[in-house]
């Protein structure tokens, strides 16, 4: 039997074998590493055929569960249900409708609830428009400056200059707030361009602190055990409720949704499309450690540093990894394998070397073998492309000038992205 391993030898320096828990920002002191191979089994056979794919992709989901998202609840509580709390006709001078929805998880507790902003294009195909389910950082109503959008009532995280500028008051969100993110979101050219934009503020699902797991979604569902979710699994959990939604709409073309996320909420787009088959397309926003980067490289960002920084991010299986990324059972190419044969767009910024922008090339990359497996191509290029030159197709890749952001040349690739997948058949 010929093991499919393969080994990425770089350039070693003696002094640098990863083990230090500084992140490397050069070349040269990354340590030499040894990828997992997604189309290994753990017991060493390989995987031939898509249906031992299947089979490989269920033992490589429950890897990233035990050792570094945590095991997550299957499916929705039986009780969840949808509440309409607004519809505007003629939203953007016309050009759009906008809807307000509430999901509640359960009719004893007001509390955890995530309200989901939908903005469509007021002209809707047969085939309903393809549509980006997006998790926002600050409040729907930090997308764009219209009043029309409900404020956020629920807690936001805070940083001195959000207080300075009044954005942020004891931890609530104030009405300066409207459209304070709005640079990120171009809400009138995804809607001139046909798609339809969903979107929800993560906290609502579970407040981005360490309370040991007392409030959002976990409330709902008890104390996680050291091998069940963080926040990571559950932002990308309420991804999937906010999909259970959508499938509803029949505005929404079911084969043409794509779960995106910047930076912690790219981590999170990602975990949320290798769980969930229905997102035809993941987008990856300069997601960087725990997201698209290749751990084993230890540029930038490391496990040890996350894991410490955000200690509710990921379960506390992923503590026994922080300065020891080699002893890990995946790297994050079979994060990105797990969405096969489905879409994936990583995009990487030139200045976010905290990301590893080259290892998010490589893990898009290393995710290749099992795209082949299913019939389609991988990224198919072996080097780092230039600035603002995106490769691929079902697996595609870019890197912009620029820093770590969410910018309009972004965008304009994710709409070219999600308009070259096939409609629905109706
Ligand atoms: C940073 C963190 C990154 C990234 C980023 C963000 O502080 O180190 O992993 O998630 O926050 O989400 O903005």
């Known amino acids: 039997m010929i093991s499919r391993l393969f080994t990425l030898v770089l350039l070693v320096s003696p002094l640098a074998h990863g083990l230090s828990?500084?992140?490397?920002?050069?070349?040269?002191?990354?340590?030499?590493?040894?990828l997992p191979d997604p189309l290994v089994f753990k017991n060493g056979s390989p995987v031939t055929t898509p249906a031992e794919w299947e089979k490989r992709r269920?033992?490589?989901?429950?890897?990233?569960?035990?050792?570094?998202?945590?095991?997550?609840?299957?499916?929705r509580p039986t009780e969840m249900r949808f509440e309409s709390r607004k519809k505007v006709n003629g939203f953007l001078g016309g050009l759009a409708t906008l809807e307000e929805i509430r999901i509640h998880f359960s009719p004893a507790a007001e509390e955890p609830f995530l309200d989901l902003l939908v903005i469509k294009p007021s002209q809707i195909p047969e085939t309903g428009a393809p549509t980006f389910l997006a998790l926002n950082f600050n409040g729907n109503h930090s997308i764009h400056p219209s009043p029309e959008i409900t404020l956020s009532g629920s807690w936001m995280r805070t940083s001195e200059e959000d207080v300075k500028n009044g954005l942020i008051d004891d931890n609530r969100a104030t009405e300066n707030s409207r459209g304070s993110k709005s640079s990120r979101w171009p809400v009138e050219k995804l809607i001139k361009s046909g798609t339809a934009l969903a979107t929800f503020y993560y906290g609502d699902i579970d407040p981005d602190f360490d309370d040991g797991f007392k409030n959002g979604i976990h409330a709902l569902f008890g104390q996680p055990a050291a091998d069940e979710w963080g926040s990571i699994g559950a932002w990308a959990w309420g991804a999937s409720r906010a999909m259970d939604f959508l499938t509803t709409d029949k505005d929404i073309d079911k084969e043409r949704v794509a779960i995106f996320g910047h930076s912690r909420l790219g981590k999170t787009a990602l975990w949320a499309g290798a769980r969930d088959q229905r997102f035809s397309l993941v987008i990856s926003n300069n997601s960087g450690c725990g997201g698209a980067a290749l751990s084993r490289r230890c540029f930038g960002e490391r496990v040890g540093r996350i894991n410490t920084a955000f200690p509710h991010w990921f379960s506390d299986a992923f503590l026994q990894y922080n300065e020891n990324e080699a002893a890990l059972p995946v790297d994050q190419h079979q994060l990105i394998a797990l969405i096969a044969p489905r879409r994936v767009y990583v995009a990487s910024a030139v200045e976010d070397e905290w990301a590893d922008p080259r290892g998010e090339f490589l893990a898009a990359k290393h995710a290749g073998p099992v795209y082949e497996l299913l019939g389609k191509k991988g990224l198919g290029v072996c080097d780092l492309p230039g600035l603002n030159t995106p490769v691929g197709d079902t697996v595609r890749y870019h890197i912009r000038a620029g820093k770590h952001d969410v910018t309009d040349f972004d965008w304009e690739e994710y709409i070219k992205a999600i308009k070259s997948i096939a409609a629905a058949r109706r």
């Open 21 to 34: 828990a500084d992140p490397i920002y050069d070349e040269t002191q990354v340590p030499s590493y040894t």
């Open 58 to 75: 269920e033992e490589l989901l429950r890897l990233f569960e035990s050792h570094v998202y945590g095991k997550t609840p299957v499916g």
